[in-house]
């Protein structure tokens, strides 16, 4: 599956921003999805996740209540609204599809290891 993440930009701090990932070459309800980000001189880390169903997520504690994930199988879709945006939120942000089932223990879900595509990544610049 080829992923292509959309939606970055600057945005001043509490604002608001929605992400999009558009899968082609395979159906997205095949895939477990997740949202990762990279600050710069930082390591990639885990925001979000989602199930086959979109019936279950799973967020990072710094996110919880701001970020929410979303998916639209039917638009082979995947989404990120961001809410309350901080400044610490700047990052480049990648959307990842994983084969592993929900039903691993949450905390593998939130490794890069897991995932088995990956997006080109999306800007997304926070000012104070």
């Known amino acids: 599956v080829q992923l292509q993440a959309s939606g970055g930009g600057l945005v001043q701090a509490g604002g608001s921003l929605r992400l999009s990932c558009a899968a082609s070459?395979?159906?997205?309800?095949?895939?477990?999805m997740g949202w990762f980000r990279q600050a710069p001189g930082k390591e990639r880390e885990f925001v979000a996740a989602?199930?086959?169903?979109?019936?279950?997520?799973y967020y990072a504690d710094s996110v919880k209540g701001r970020l929410t994930i979303s998916r639209d199988n039917a638009k082979n879709t995947l989404y990120l609204q961001m809410n309350s945006l901080k400044p610490e939120d700047t990052a480049i942000y990648y959307c990842?599809?994983?084969?592993?089932?929900?039903?691993?223990?949450?905390?593998?879900?939130?490794?890069?290891?897991?995932?088995?595509?990956w997006g080109q990544g999306t800007l997304v610049t926070v000012s104070s």
């Open positions: 990842s599809a994983s084969r592993k089932s929900w039903a691993n223990a949450i905390v593998i879900l939130t490794t890069t290891p897991v995932y088995d595509y």
């Open positions: 070459g395979r159906t997205l309800s095949t895939y477990v």
């Open positions: 989602i199930s086959r169903s979109g019936g279950s997520t």
